[in-house]
């Protein structure tokens, strides 16, 4: 997807190099914002001229000039049809996804991370619900109800996955009924942490009938510092 290639582009940018990076504060999750560099080159505005990153005007006006060179030139992003990430974020917010069955596995899992990864937008733990919706009711059994499932990814086995800040989803296996993906997630901490995330297909009749809905998320396996 668009995030693992700009992802795969900044690797290839930045190389054996150390990125050295300049504090601009925190936003209202308290994460750091900052802008950093490779030999003088700011990597922001190397992912918006690529055409993989977006002049977000609302709060700078900075990369005007790159997205306007990307745009004319019709690199990354603008050589296809796309949402705006705050258009698309616009639409999460009018209401909780629900279950389908045209919905595939690893999309399920997005749909949860995405959540999880803003958790409080529109409003307080809107993410867990939206992680509820997709849990196999057999999950929704062992960790539930809704209250109980919300203590739990507050607690300390799974809190960092509330309002991380990446992720990245590997699929590692798949059946007819049941695919299991690796799920790797940077967390506010700064630290990198992976889970194995099982999506199972429902068979019983009812409205959840041939959706695919995740049954298990493992305790995280901590992979260190991104410092």
Not at 49 to 69: L, T, V
Not at 114 to 122: H, Q, S, V, Y
Not at 123 to 148: C, M, R, V, Y
Request: proline share 4%; charged share 25%.
């Amino acid at each position: 997807d668009c995030g693992m290639t700009a992802k795969i582009l900044l690797v290839k940018k930045i190389g054996n190099n150390t990125p050295e990076c300049i504090s601009e504060g925190k936003d209202v999750y308290k994460r750091t914002l900052a802008e950093c560099f490779i030999n003088g080159e700011s990597l922001s505005s190397f992912l918006v001229r690529s055409g993989y990153a977006f002049a977000y005007r609302k709060y700078s006006k900075k990369f005007i000039q790159d997205e306007k060179f990307a745009k004319d030139n019709m690199l990354g992003l603008w050589s296809m049809e796309f949402k705006y990430p705050w258009e698309f974020r616009k639409t999460l917010k009018a209401k909780l996804i629900k279950p389908n069955n045209n919905i595939e596995p690893q999309q399920v899992v997005k749909i949860q991370l995405l959540g999880l990864m803003n958790n409080d937008n529109p409003n307080k733990d809107n993410g867990i619900k939206q992680t509820w919706e997709f849990a196999h009711p057999s999950n929704k059994k062992n960790t539930g109800p809704l209250s109980s499932f919300t203590n739990l990814l507050k607690g300390k086995n799974y809190k960092m996955l509330l309002n991380h800040l990446e992720s990245e989803i590997i699929e590692v296996f798949k059946t007819n009924d049941k695919y299991g993906f690796e799920v790797i997630i940077l967390g506010n901490d700064k630290n990198y942490y992976k889970f194995q995330w099982i999506v199972e297909k429902y068979f019983e009749e009812g409205p959840l009938k041939d959706c695919w809905l995740t049954i298990s998320v493992s305790n995280p396996v901590s992979l260190g510092s991104s410092i």
